[in-house]
């Protein structure tokens, strides 16, 4: 068996991966990246990125309609799919390797699984770390236990991102942000969809207007939303997928599963380190698996946030802690930032108003409309939503806030700045925003709270 030592050894060449192993690299430490798929990760391939590519023609088409004044107004789903391919470069990471070329970064392709400490094994070489290994293997989607539905050869994420033609008609299990997501992008191309989500609302993880306006938005857009929907069991026959709901059925051409993610970690080896296979590993602020001080677990895996930005974080963290320096994670666990890219568009950061009043705070929030300033009116009609701060009335700081509307990803960051730095509110009120942008809704949100 061959044998050979790298200061620090990455699982996973996801995002979160290829961060910390580029920072380690560029610290100068020598670093291998195991990846048994695609360079790049889930996010590159099956979720983030292409989704947001099924998403932007209706983006476009419907900024179109609303502005007025322009020739056109149909969407081409072949061309729209043919775009999404080049976005994911035909499930083709050649294009990944030169970046980890540039930085000395050793590539192991093949399934990483930890044997022993500071061991790693693929197929019949072994690694070791003089310094430190970094589980960063990220999350696949998981079935729930419906009677029949892993007969049915369901869709998750990665079909419903890679798919080479519109479904006729498609059943959504789960109205998260993927649920929501995918449920409006197929719409949008054509398929006939129906959203199926058991709660009473659709991002239960975010304000309860921003769970109703999306809704709507769903609705507007022609998808048939089911809340508080318990399905009883899925049958498929002749083509057709038939989800039992109680006292209805609904049919489809294919069901898509959006319905909660499980840790890949069920062949790493944990049990070789005296770890639980096929769990969520858990690690303290600086990254670290407690009890094995060269053992790092980072991105969706340690189950702390599943975004893909609080990954690469956390790997920043994780790195800059094997190379010597004293940080500590601070921002992933308490409502870091997260975009739904539907449309209405959510946007938020930091705590909601009832997870506020739930740690104690003495909370107290001011609602605006998104759209009632003069830069978002070259936007165009229909633009609604609602802008929200919580904030903390002891302290005078924004504990938390969201933003409903069209394309509001842009006006999170300064919350975020604002949330991070604890700001105080006197202070913020200095912060000029530029006419005409819909930036001013920062000055109308502080206005109204009093300032």
């Not at 580029?22 to 048994?36: I, M, S």
């Not at 998750?156 to 409006?184: F, K, W």
Request: hydrophobic fraction near 45%; charge should be negative; include cysteine.
């Amino acid at each position: 068996m061959a044998t050979r030592e790298f200061d620090a050894i990455v699982l996973g060449a996801g995002p979160a991966g290829e961060v910390a192993a580029g920072r380690l690299a560029q610290g100068g430490l020598e670093v291998a990246v195991v990846e048994r798929e695609l360079i790049g990760g889930e996010c590159s391939f099956y979720a983030c990125m292409p989704s947001k590519a099924l998403l932007r023609p209706g983006e476009l088409l419907g900024e179109v309609r609303r502005v007025g004044g322009l020739v056109g107004g149909a969407i081409d789903p072949g061309a729209a799919l043919a775009r999404l391919d080049e976005v994911i470069h035909g499930l083709d990471d050649s294009s990944m390797l030169p970046w980890l070329e540039d930085r000395g970064i050793a590539l192991y392709r093949g399934a990483g699984r930890l044997d022993g400490v500071r061991r790693v094994r693929v197929g019949d070489e072994e690694l070791r770390a003089r310094r430190a290994v970094i589980v960063a293997t990220g999350t696949a989607a998981t079935l729930p236990p419906l009677k029949g539905l892993a007969d049915a050869e369901p869709w998750t994420n990665r079909e419903g991102t890679t798919a080479g033609e519109a479904p006729a008609s498609l059943i959504v299990l789960g109205g998260g942000p993927v649920g929501c997501e995918l449920a409006q992008a197929w719409r949008t191309l054509g398929a006939e969809v129906d959203l199926v989500e058991l709660a009473d609302r659709v991002l239960v993880n975010e304000e309860p207007f921003a769970s109703e306006q999306v809704a709507d938005g769903l609705r507007g857009h022609g998808v048939r939303v089911h809340l508080g929907a318990e399905p009883q069991r899925v049958e498929r026959r002749d083509g057709t997928a038939t989800l039992v709901l109680p006292g209805e059925e609904l049919e489809a051409e294919q069901i898509l599963v959006a319905a909660g993610r499980r840790p890949r970690t069920e062949d790493l080896g944990l049990e070789t380190v005296g770890l639980e296979p096929g769990g969520w590993i858990e690690v303290d602020d600086a990254l670290r698996v407690p009890g094995r001080d060269w053992l790092y677990a980072i991105g969706d895996v340690n189950r702390r946030a599943l975004l893909t930005h609080a990954g690469k974080y956390q790997a920043r963290i994780a790195a800059d802690v094997i190379l010597g320096k004293d940080v500590r994670a601070t921002a992933d666990l308490h409502g870091p930032p997260r975009v739904t890219f539907t449309d209405p568009e959510v946007a938020a950061v930091g705590l909601t108003l009832d997870a506020a009043r739930e740690r104690g705070i003495d909370a107290r929030v001011v609602d605006v409309d998104t759209s009632g300033n003069a830069g978002s009116s070259f936007y165009g009609r229909g633009t609604e939503g609602t802008s929200r701060l919580v904030i903390d009335e002891g302290r005078g700081v924004i504990v938390g806030a969201t933003f409903v509307g069209f394309q509001t990803a842009e006006l999170l960051h300064a919350a975020t700045v604002a949330i991070t730095a604890e700001v105080p509110l006197e202070r913020l009120r200095h912060a000029i925003a530029p006419f005409p942008t819909r930036n001013e809704v920062w000055l109308y949100l502080l206005e109204k709270y009093g300032l």
